[in-house]
């Protein structure tokens, strides 16, 4: 089974910020989402396959790995470190690719790469937590389950479970913060997007916190106004 395909962090991207980025890093994101998708509609077994007969390139380079990443592993994880690997690994080809095609791709970029696409996963799958739940695709740890004394079933009922929704919320801000960096190192209309993503993301993170399970309002006009403004001029919110 394929794991299912999630559209946060394109939500939290506007359109026309999007639209703005280099013409070459929108084609290959274009390209690689289009083969994620033929990897979903393909059998497990054929995916190493149409990876292997990519031409040498980027979009080649990127994918190592990734037929693996795209199936649903036992859920929930066992521990919180084998869900943060699954987290990392999964958006992993798109943080790569991003980095290969801006000419920006060496170990230290890749690692905040990583983190930053670790946090987006994970808020997507907190977005789309109550509707897991509720299919028996718990995107959780057992360990974390335990602790905060929640069940799949009362995640599907939309039970409230505000300790470990904020306690998601907390790692997801941990490795946003972590990869900030990156978006003060890439320049021009791609490091502006991505500084613009990671605040979209850390105020989505703090409206998550007052809304639980329930979804958040969209932003305000004026919100994105002052987001723009952070990410032209610093690329993490003051605390």
Request: charged share 20%.
């Given at each position: 089974m394929a794991e299912p395909r999630p559209d946060l962090p394109r939500r939290l991207l506007p359109d026309a910020v999007f639209a703005a980025l280099p013409p070459r890093l929108r084609q290959a994101l274009?390209?690689?989402?289009?083969?994620?998708?033929?990897?979903?509609?393909?059998?497990?077994?054929?995916?190493?396959?149409?990876?292997?007969?990519?031409?040498?390139?980027?979009?080649?380079?990127?994918?190592?790995?990734?037929?693996?990443?795209?199936?649903?592993?036992?859920?929930?994880?066992?521990?919180?470190?084998?869900?943060?690997?699954?987290?990392?690994?999964?958006?992993?080809?798109?943080?790569?690719?991003?980095?290969?095609?801006?000419?920006?791709?060496?170990?230290?970029?890749?690692?905040?790469?990583?983190?930053?696409?670790?946090?987006?996963?994970?808020?997507?799958?907190?977005?789309?937590?109550?509707?897991?739940?509720?299919?028996?695709?718990?995107?959780?740890?057992?360990?974390?389950?335990?602790?905060?004394?929640?069940?799949?079933?009362?995640?599907?009922?939309?039970?409230?479970?505000?300790?470990?929704?904020?306690s998601q919320l907390e790692r997801a801000r941990r490795l946003l913060r972590a990869g900030s960096p990156l978006g003060r190192e890439l320049r021009g209309r791609s490091g502006f997007a991505l500084r613009l993503l990671i605040l979209a993301a850390d105020r989505w993170i703090t409206a998550k916190r007052r809304s639980g399970l329930a979804d958040p309002p969209p932003f305000s006009a004026f919100d994105w106004l002052v987001l723009a403004a952070h990410a032209v001029r610093h690329g993490w919110p003051r605390d």
């Open positions: 274009a390209e690689l989402s289009a083969l994620e998708q033929r990897l979903r509609e393909t059998a497990p077994a054929e995916r190493a396959a149409l990876l292997a007969g990519l031409p040498a390139g980027p979009l080649h380079d990127c994918t190592e790995g990734w037929p693996d990443a795209l199936v649903v592993p036992p859920l929930p994880f066992a521990t919180l470190g084998d869900l943060l690997a699954h987290a990392q690994r999964t958006w992993a080809p798109y943080a790569a690719l991003t980095l290969a095609v801006l000419g920006h791709d060496d170990e230290r970029a890749r690692g905040y790469a990583r983190a930053i696409a670790g946090a987006l996963y994970l808020l997507t799958r907190l977005d789309h937590l109550r509707a897991d739940c509720r299919a028996g695709l718990p995107y959780l740890a057992r360990e974390d389950m335990a602790r905060h004394r929640v069940t799949v079933g009362s995640l599907a009922t939309g039970l409230p479970a505000p300790t470990l929704v904020d």
